[in-house]
C-alpha cells in the first residue's frame, strides 16, 4: 500500500480512470465496470477495479486541483504501475464555439500554477501535453457515438474562485475552457513517461452563464465517460 491509497499490488489495473468527485468513481464503477471492487477508502477517496469489455480498468477519486491530483497520480504510477490515466470530469466552457453538454479533450493544458516553474525553474516554459494515441482514439469513439466534441487548449487553474485572471485573452487565444487538474496529469504522465488525456464534459459555460440541469448533467456525464473508456481499451493489446 501507498501513503493515500490501501490497496495491495495486483489489486489497481494498468489503465486507471481519475475524476476529481470520488461518488463519481462509484457511480462509474458500479454503472459502467462488470464485478467492481472497492480497493480504497483512506480520505473517502473512492477506488474500484473491475473490468469493460474483458479489460481489467480502475476508477479512483483524487479529489480538487492539481497538488490533490498529483498525490493519486504519483502513487499510482509509482507504487502501482499505472501506466494510462485519463482524466474524466467537468470543464467550464469559454469559448464561443464551446457549447454546455459539449465533451471537450484537452490536447494540451495551459496553467496558471506554480508547478512549471517549480519543476524547470524560472525562463523554461514546458507546455503539458496530452498522449497523441489516447486522443485520438477518444475523439474517433466521440464521433462514432455522435458525441459533440472539441479538441484544443484547455486551462488548469489553480483557484476556483479566480476574478482576476484575463479571461478575454485566453479566449482571443483559442483556450476552450477551464478546469483545475489537466496540467499536473500531464507535467506528470511526461516526467514517468505514462499516459495521460483529460475527457471533460462542459458543465457550465463561464462567459454566457449557461448551465445544465442535474438530469443533462449525469447524461452528459456519462457520454464522456464512454469516450474515456474506449480510448483506454484502445491501447491495450489483444
Not at 184 to 208: D, E, F, R
Amino acid at each position: 500500500m501507498s501513503e493515500h491509497i490501501e490497496a495491495k499490488k495486483g489489486d489497481i489495473a494498468k489503465i486507471v480512470l481519475l475524476p476529481g468527485d470520488p461518488l463519481r468513481a462509484k457511480h462509474i464503477a458500479e454503472t459502467f465496470l462488470d464485478d467492481p471492487r472497492c480497493y480504497n477508502t483512506v480520505r473517502n477517496a473512492l477506488g474500484y477495479t473491475g473490468t469493460y469489455k474483458g479489460i481489467k480498468i480502475s476508477v479512483q477519486g483524487t479529489g480538487m486541483g492539481i497538488p490533490s491530483t498529483l498525490i493519486y497520480a504519483e502513487e499510482l504510477i509509482n507504487y502501482y504501475g499505472c501506466e494510462i490515466l485519463i482524466r474524466v470530469g467537468t470543464c467550464g466552457g469559454m469559448a464561443p464555439e464551446i457549447k454546455v453538454r459539449d465533451v471537450v479533450l484537452a490536447q494540451s493544458a495551459t496553467t496558471d500554477s506554480a508547478i512549471i516553474q517549480n519543476t524547470f525553474g524560472s525562463g523554461l516554459y514546458y507546455a503539458p501535453t496530452a498522449d497523441f494515441s489516447l486522443l485520438d482514439h477518444a475523439y474517433t469513439a466521440a464521433k462514432k457515438e455522435r458525441i459533440a466534441v472539441k479538441v484544443g487548449n484547455i486551462i488548469s487553474e489553480d483557484r476556483f474562485y479566480n476574478e482576476e485572471i484575463d479571461r478575454k485573452k485566453l479566449i482571443q487565444y483559442n483556450v476552450l475552457g477551464a478546469e483545475m487538474e489537466a496540467a499536473g496529469l500531464y507535467l506528470i504522465a511526461a516526467k514517468y513517461n505514462v499516459k495521460a488525456l483529460a475527457v471533460l464534459t462542459i458543465s457550465n459555460h463561464i462567459i454566457s452563464g449557461e448551465s445544465t440541469p442535474a438530469s443533462e448533467r449525469e447524461r452528459s456525464f456519462n457520454d464522456m465517460v464512454k469516450v474515456a473508456l474506449e480510448a483506454a481499451v484502445s491501447q491495450v493489446k489483444v
